[in-house]
């Protein structure tokens, strides 16, 4: 087997991150190379026990040969722009291991948000020999979001004692998961969590557990249509997924097995009825979208002050009530258009 | 920057204090813990590819650790890597570290913002 | 903060207090504030203050102390302060305090290996140590011994290697430890093993329980906060703790198995209102493993020592002690119903700090001189004094006969000690005790309202407070806020001279040698039947001091118990937070 280039891939993922000299080049041969893993992401509150889980899973996979690496996202100061990485140390088993490269990852302010980045990092992961990515972020705001974009898979991992469930479903904690783990299992309460969590998926989902064949019991009742690409529905002939939820005690490594599978099996699904295939091309989608929005960026920045394109006096708009950004925005472009033909005629 | 605690000394309050200055001075900042090994730190190090190591000392004891680490990074074509000391270090001690290849060493009692200053430094000369 | 602590920091008049409707009071209050405005306020209009006067626990000083204050702190003579001896204890935990003797001169060290360690005790005896703390060094306290993996180059380095019984029989050789007042050990997170190493010396030397005293430090939960040298998680840490007490309880009632510490946590940032809450709050913890196995708190309490702690404010240094020993005796009154003078009397032990600097270090002798001054004028019970060089390195014969000279010099010389509690009654002292006092209270309600001890621990709360209150005191000191001599007033650089303390290059080597004599010279079969009552001990949650007893005479080796109990309970996983 062999062994991983660490240096290679830190470097290769600090360029990404940074937008360094080199980025580019890295990253358009990454997506040459179209060299899709699968990316697992792991997400849900603090204190639910997600390092260890992620520790448990990693080595799980390696243990079976894959080349894994771990991309565990802590969220950057807003204030400061500073940003503490400490998850790496909680994973105890996998940090070390001869097939598992862990790198932590500050949310920072990017361009595009922290999926972008993340998106393009798993493509230069893929590139560099890796077999599957673990995604680790805190379920609370912005990263939640990144994760469902950037994953194939998505596992929400809770645990007993935290308190207000309602509170997670009006998060949209409830709307993310592919699957869903209740961690320290052992803790009283937990049965009551996993019953909470079924309650809830009862609302939507009919069926059992995992894979639903079509034309079955009845079809999921979706509020977002995003989960019914994702999840499929009973009338169509491909059947739908129902996440399953499944107790585990990751401190103990119990249970890690079966999520394993379960994440397996999801991904199985998801690519005999295409809709792997679908999540990865709204997935490229929006990351031309993304491009396109930090290219037109850079061309109106370097276009300001030729010709009519002038962002100073759009913001002199602005502040004297003439205009919104919105408004200005549109102008922006009008102007930079104009200069664009202008100076091709 | 990644902040590293290794051997038995307990002590880390040094160790945190710098981190959350420099955190609070707008940096990505790992603290590893107590009782790390200088094979846990070194494989940290280059897997964050961080810019500088900081090893927190508070007796003579930990002077073969640095060493080690120091020795770690240059067999993993990491020379590139800055590694500094702080915490209780006696004067002739510090020409044999920076022999060895420890860049600075930070006594106990320096100013936060001269630690600061000095790792953005060392930041900067990686990225230009 | 209550009531009390907002009238008594307002600079102007304070509110009328219908409480004490005393007219004297009030006379003096309206005189104070026009003293004030008139006096006060005009001098400084003109020279302004030099900065502004705060305590390192963030109370503020005023210019001037009246019998208003006390009146406005609610102060009451005979509730409040009572009589050295008697019930609260403020103003001692003896009624003769040091007119019959002074507190107890006590000396922490070690260093090497046992033999030459020795030799440094027999000079301290002689320069009048009354107390001898050995100072392990780190894998000891930490549960290795000095040939395992962990200990490199750590052997003999900030104390001395005790592997085996034998180090003891080694260390103590020669000298009669029923002669002395007290010998002991920290042993934090190894309780157990130095209660059974000292139980056994003593069974060596044919002495009875009674006729020596035993101290251990034996407070595991400030460890993993504080100064980490945790093995295993909190909560069975805890329990092994207080087995000690439990086990002289019933066999040596006059020994002390355990000092709660307030002394790392304020060191670590914590300011030592916070830190003293945080100790009362294991201090619960321990009682209430003991109260569960159906021990009574009149049994427990008078076995049990606080450490108390502040190094930056002089009066904060005497209000602390005076409030503390108030607060043990009302909780174990009112919270325990403790009946006896002795579970109410808290003995304190004290360790004489100040701001120690790495520059110009004699300096550091005034300081640590002051530092101590203010634990005798709050009453200590048992004194020990930082060298001028312990920041440095393991403090030198010089310094450390320095240290003990200046405790003598405070004992002994410039009247000190000549009248009890001769603070008390201090307009400035006691309005301070009294919102001391009122601080810590209000930070015990807060780590019980958290969920008690081993919550703070887990939760990481006691860390966030460690690290942001030692962040606070870098900026105070880095903006000039806390003038430091030779840190920010005439700034030195910082050095650490050559003349540091160093182990001999082959103590690690030779420990390691001695190590592996005394496993060839035993009895391996006793030492295997111990360790199985170790375990058995592990999986029925019996007193660990019995087996461990056993273990330790069959020259079984610290780190050969406490990999027992690794296997047992399993390890503490360092936190990362900071």
Redesign the interface.
């Known amino acids: 087997m062999e062994a991983l280039d660490i240096r290679r891939t830190a470097r290769a993922i600090s360029a990404v991150e940074n937008h360094a000299g080199g980025a580019g080049e890295i990253v358009r041969k990454a997506y040459r190379a179209a060299r899709y893993v699968p990316v697992v992401g792991v997400t849900g509150p603090p204190g639910a026990g997600k390092s260890t889980l992620v520790d448990r899973l990693a080595v799980h996979w390696a243990d079976r040969g894959e080349k894994v690496a771990v991309l565990a996202v802590d969220p950057t100061s807003p204030f400061t722009g500073g940003a503490v990485l400490g998850d790496r140390f909680r994973m105890e088993r996998a940090t070390g291991h001869p097939l598992v490269f862990v790198r932590s990852l500050a949310s920072r302010g990017q361009l595009g948000g922290l999926s972008g980045t993340a998106t393009d990092i798993v493509m230069v992961l893929g590139d560099l020999g890796f077999d599957r990515v673990l995604l680790e972020t805190v379920g609370a705001g912005q990263t939640d979001v990144a994760v469902g974009m950037v994953a194939d898979a998505v596992m929400v991992v809770t645990v007993p004692g935290l308190g207000d469930h309602i509170q997670a479903a009006k998060a949209g904690i409830l709307e993310i998961g592919d699957l869903y783990a209740v961690n320290k299992s052992d803790l009283a309460g937990a049965t009551a969590v996993a019953g909470h969590l079924e309650a809830n998926l009862d609302l939507v989902y009919p069926g059992s557990a995992g894979r639903n064949a079509p034309h079955g019991s009845g079809t999921p009742q979706y509020g977002n249509p995003t989960l019914r690409r994702r999840h499929g529905d009973a009338t169509d002939a491909l059947g739908f997924w129902r996440p399953p939820v499944l107790m585990a005690r990751a401190r103990e490594g119990g249970g890690i097995d079966a999520l394993a599978d379960a994440t397996e099996d999801f991904l199985a699904w998801s690519r005999e009825t295409a809709r792997y295939d679908d999540r990865v091309a709204e997935r490229l989608r929006f990351q031309i979208l993304r491009a396109t929005q930090g290219r037109l960026m850079e061309l109106c920045l370097a276009a300001d002050g030729e010709g009519d394109v002038d962002l100073v006096s759009l913001a002199g708009e602005i502040a004297s009530g003439a205009v919104s950004p919105d408004e200005a925005a549109e102008r922006l472009i009008e102007q930079w258009v104009r200069r664009a033909s202008n100076r091709d005629a | 920057m990644l902040v590293a605690k290794v051997g038995l000394d307990g002590h880390d309050v040094g160790a945190r204090v710098v981190a959350r200055g420099l955190l609070d001075a707008g940096m990505e900042v790992i603290y590893t813990g107590l009782r790390r090994t200088p094979e846990q730190v070194v494989r940290a190090a280059l897997e964050e590819d961080v810019d500088v190591i900081g090893v927190s000392i508070l007796s003579g004891a930990h002077l073969a650790h640095l060493l080690k680490i120091r020795r770690l990074l240059d067999e993993q074509g990491a020379a590139d890597i800055r590694l500094i000391a702080g915490g209780v270090i006696p004067q002739e001690d510090i020409p044999s570290l920076e022999q060895a290849g420890v860049s600075r060493v930070f006594l106990s009692g320096t100013p936060i913002s001269e630690i600061a200053d000095y790792v953005a430094a060392q930041a900067a000369r990686k990225v230009s | 903060m209550n009531q009390r602590l907002d009238a008594n920091s307002t600079q102007g008049l304070p509110a009328e207090d219908p409480a004490t409707g005393r007219v004297g009071d009030e006379r003096i209050r309206a005189e104070a504030a026009r003293w004030e405005k008139d006096a006060y306020r005009a001098e400084t209009e003109i020279h302004p203050e030099r900065r502004s006067f705060v305590t390192d626990i963030g109370l503020k000083v005023n210019p001037l102390y009246t019998p208003a204050d006390l009146a406005d702190a609610g102060h009451d003579y005979l509730s409040d302060l009572g009589f050295p001896g008697e019930y609260p204890f403020t103003r001692g935990e003896r009624a003769a305090m040091y007119r019959t003797e002074p507190f107890v001169i006590s000396a922490y060290s070690g260093f090497g290996e046992a033999s030459e360690c020795n030799g440094r005790f027999r000079k301290l005896l002689d320069w009048g140590a009354e107390q001898i703390l050995v100072a392990l060094d ?2 000891t ?2 549960g ?1 011994d000095s040939d395992h993996e ?5 052997v003999g ?2 104390g001395v290697a005790l592997s085996t019984l034998a180090d003891m029989e080694a260390l103590f050789d020669g000298i009669s430890i029923d002669k002395v007042k007290r010998i002991g050990t920290l042993g934090n997170s190894i309780g157990p093993i130095v209660l059974a190493m000292f139980a056994a010396l003593g069974e060596r030397r044919g002495l009875k329980a009674s006729e020596f005293t035993v101290n251990l430090q034996n407070d595991p939960l400030k ?1 993993y906060i ?5 093995i295993l998680p909190a909560k069975p840490a805890a329990k092994l703790a207080s087995d000690c007490v439990a086990w002289c309880v019933d066999h040596e009632p006059g020994w002390s198995p355990m000092t709660v510490c307030v002394n790392h946590l304020n ?3 914590a300011g030592s209102s916070r830190a003293t809450a945080i100790a009362l709050a294991n201090a619960i913890h321990y009682i209430g493993l003991l109260l569960e196995k159906g021990y009574t708190i009149d049994q427990v309490a008078p076995l049990l020592h606080m450490f108390a702690d502040e190094r930056h404010d002089f009066f904060v240094i005497i209000a602390n002690l005076r409030a503390l020993r108030r607060i043990w005796a009302r909780m174990m009154k009112e919270r325990y119903g403790a009946t006896l003078r002795e579970a109410m009397a808290l003995r304190t032990t004290v360790y004489g700090h100040g701001q120690e ?3 110009e270090p004699l300096n550091n002798i005034a300081r640590t001189a002051f530092g101590t001054l203010g634990y005798v004028l709050g009453g200590a019970s048992y004194v020990y004094i930082a060298s001028y060089d312990e ?3 393991t403090p030198t014969e010089d310094s450390i006969r320095t240290a003990l000279r200046t405790e003598e010099i405070i004992a002994h010389e410039h009247g000190f000690t000549d009248t009890i509690d001769p603070l008390g009654g201090s307009y400035f002292v006691e309005s301070l005790t009294n919102r001391i006092e009122a601080q810590i209270l209000d930070a015990l309600r807060e780590v019980e309202e958290a969920g008690g001890a081993l919550r703070v621990i887990d939760a990481g709360l006691g ?1 966030r407070w ?2 942001e209150g ?2 606070r005191r ?1 900026r105070a ?2 903006s000039g806020d806390r003038p430091w001599v030779t ?1 920010n007033l005439w700034p030195q650089k ?5 003349t ?1 303390f ?1 182990i001999h290059p082959d103590n690690e080597r030779r420990q390691a040698e001695r190590l592996r004599q005394v496993r060839a010279a035993r009895d391996e079969q006793r030492v295997r039947r111990a360790l199985a009552g170790i375990d058995e001990a592990c999986r029925t949650g019996a007193n660990m001091v019995p087996p461990t007893l056993e273990a330790v005479k069959a020259y079984a080796s610290v780190g050969e118990i406490a990999e027992r109990w690794r296997r047992h309970y399993g390890v503490f ?6």
């Not at chain 3, 962990?150 to 750590?154: G, H, I, L, P, Y």
């Not at chain 3, 504080?226 to 945790?230: F, L």
Request: net charge negative; charged share 15%.
């Open positions: 780190l894998p306290q930490c290795y962990m200990a490199t180059a750590e380095q900030v460890e504080a100064r980490g040298t945790q060191a670590g940032g600097a790495l520059g920041a440095v390195s860390r460690m690290t030692a962040l870098q000191i880095d840190v910082p050095h650490v001279p050559n540091a160093r996983s360092p936190s990362t937070d900071f």
